[in-house]
């Protein structure tokens, strides 16, 4: 077999908590494959970056680098500035098969997983009715249309079948509706209990924010209770879904979801932004829609 690396790619934060679930998720993550040298880097805020990152595999005789993002969505991040670093390294090592998985995306596990979260959260709360309880999931937000898009899409699923009042949807940074709007809203609607997710992997400097205007929120609605859950965290679903990214990207069948993404096309709302692609998807292990 080929000598390989898988090099997991994290955000990065600035709260070394977070960064620390990373690694501690990393270590976890060794044992699922084996015979492979396994490393870690990030897209920003902590080191090692990317570059470095697939410098040392390289270093260490890797004649494949598998670079798997743990990462929720695909974001600018995704879509852009891995591919970019990919495309550099290409150029410092070209006898090197360099293969790009695509991010967790929308899965079933995932839902899975915020099952797990929101029993843990519900313990925390007075007993009550799902039906008067709403699901509030809280995103980073993006200035990509696509990836939000991407979020709404999980809360529509979390919401079918499992018999909450609401699941309503709002962003911490960047889009819109705000944190605020998202409580207001659920209470609006007539709420009795809201539980908020966090959808993000691992603690940081949002997530501490979000814990920290929920206690404004308590005393602004005093009388309905409100408890804030886990983050993802190291599930092992996560680490399936890696596997599983990983079997895709050496497959050459990993989807990325190009036709409602502002790299490709322009979008309304979105005309004064151009960008170009350094590394054809076709480069990456990843198989190019139709009609690009």
């Known amino acids: 077999m080929m000598a390989e690396a898988v090099l997991l790619v994290g955000h990065g934060s600035r709260e070394a908590e977070g960064n620390a679930q990373f690694e501690a998720f990393v270590e976890r993550v060794r044992p699922a494959f084996p015979g492979r040298v396994?490393?870690?880097?990030?897209?920003?805020?902590a080191t090692p970056g990317i570059p470095e990152g697939i410098d040392q595999c390289v270093a260490q005789g890797a004649a494949r680098v598998v670079v798997l993002p743990v990462i929720l969505f695909s974001s600018g991040h995704a879509k852009l500035e891995i591919p970019y670093e990919i495309d550099e390294a290409q150029g410092r090592h070209p006898g090197v098969d360099f293969r790009y998985a695509r991010?967790?995306?929308?899965?079933?596990?995932?839902?899975?997983?915020l099952d797990e979260r929101l029993a843990e959260a519900a313990v925390r709360m007075p007993p009550g009715d799902r039906a008067e309880t709403a699901v509030l999931l809280v995103g980073r937000g993006s200035s990509d249309p696509d990836a939000n898009g991407d979020l709404f899409k999980i809360a529509r699923m979390l919401w079918e079948g499992r018999g909450f009042g609401w699941v309503e949807t709002c962003f911490i940074g960047?889009?819109?509706?705000?944190?605020?709007?998202?409580?207001?809203?659920?209470?609006?609607?007539g709420a009795r209990r809201v539980i908020v997710v966090p959808y993000m992997l691992f603690t940081g400097v949002l997530v501490k924010r979000m814990e920290a205007q929920l206690e404004?929120?308590?005393?602004?609605?005093?009388?309905?209770?409100?408890?804030?859950?886990?983050?993802?965290?190291?599930?092992?679903k996560l680490i399936e879904i890696l596997v599983e990214r990983h079997r895709e990207a050496l497959e050459g069948t990993a989807l990325m979801n190009c036709l409602l993404c502002k790299y490709r096309m322009v979008l309304t709302g979105h005309e004064h932004e151009h960008y170009s692609h350094r590394a054809p998807a076709s480069d990456l292990g990843l198989a190019a829609p139709k009609g690009a």
């Open 103 to 113: 991010p967790l995306g929308v899965d079933p596990r995932i839902l899975a997983i």
């Open 174 to 189: 960047i889009a819109k509706p705000d944190y605020p709007t998202g409580i207001w809203r659920c209470v609006t609607l």
């Open 216 to 236: 404004g929120f308590r005393r602004d609605f005093q009388g309905i209770p409100m408890v804030l859950a886990g983050t993802l965290g190291g599930h092992p």
């Open 38 to 45: 396994t490393r870690h880097c990030y897209i920003e805020l």
